[in-house]
């Protein structure tokens, strides 16, 4: 079947736009997870949502970070006045329920300007 | 808080040679540990995990990881590489958070050349 899918793949925007970075789980899954890849780290967690709700959301860094999964499919993960830190790869990742293996999507390249 | 060491950020190898790539890990009380593997352009993929039981555990394309707790250890190991294995591999631990963090490593990139 399909696996998690990200959009769009590459994003360049300029410093202090807004962005809008969207994922689609894999069909069934309940949980789906946002995660942000700076060059030569490791993905870090950023929010665990439950459903429709963000059952954890410690690790998005500041609130200029948002987001939502309204109908506990397709979620999307905002970003207000984009800084040039805010630059990374994006990684959404979604599983069958919380403690089973999580499916990560492709990713989303995000250049700040 | 849980945390992972990849000490080793390249490792070049020559094709149909053993590898080797360490992961430490800081204790506690539940370790549940995660090999990912991520090829060019693509997303991360399971290629094994230890939740519990045999420490010995066998994943995908050959690959295996022992667990070992005095050493707090996870390291991964595959008797032969190919070409094909060219990739970033990061090992990862579940959080005190609970299952839905995942704590990764800072990865490792295995270079196979022929």
């Known amino acids: 079947g399909a696996g998690v899918s990200q959009t769009p793949s590459n994003k360049v925007t300029e410093k202090g736009k807004y962005v809008e970075l969207r994922c689609d789980p894999i069909?069934?899954?309940?949980?789906l997870y946002w995660y942000r890849q700076s060059l030569g780290q490791g993905p870090e967690f950023l929010i665990y949502?439950?459903?429709?709700?963000?059952?954890?959301d410690s690790g998005l860094p500041n609130d200029r970070f948002f987001a939502v999964r309204p109908e506990g499919s397709v979620s999307t993960l905002k970003i207000q006045r984009t800084e040039r830190g805010d630059s990374a790869v994006y990684l959404c990742?979604?599983?069958?329920?919380?403690?089973?293996?999580?499916?990560f999507g492709p990713g989303t390249r995000l250049l700040v300007l | 808080a849980q945390s992972v060491t990849q000490l080793d950020s390249q490792v070049p190898v020559f094709e149909e040679a053993p590898v080797e790539l360490r992961c430490n890990y800081s204790?506690?009380?539940?370790?549940?540990l995660f090999w990912y593997v991520q090829y060019p352009n693509q997303g991360l993929q399971l290629l094994l995990k230890?939740?519990?039981?045999?420490?010995l555990v066998k994943g995908i394309n050959g690959f295996e990881a022992e667990f070992n707790k005095s050493q707090t250890s996870f390291h991964l190991r595959k008797p032969s590489v190919h070409i094909s294995d060219t990739a970033e591999y990061f090992c990862?631990?579940?959080?005190?958070?609970?299952?839905?963090?995942?704590?990764f490593g800072t990865g490792t990139r295995l270079l196979v050349s022929p």
């Open positions: 204790s506690s009380v539940s370790v549940y």
């Open positions: 230890y939740l519990s039981g045999s420490t």
């Open positions: 949502f439950q459903g429709t709700g963000a059952a954890d």
């Open positions: 990742a979604s599983s069958y329920r919380r403690e089973e293996t999580q499916y």
């Open positions: 990862a631990v579940i959080s005190d958070g609970g299952f839905q963090k995942l704590v």
């Open positions: 069909s069934g899954h309940t949980a």
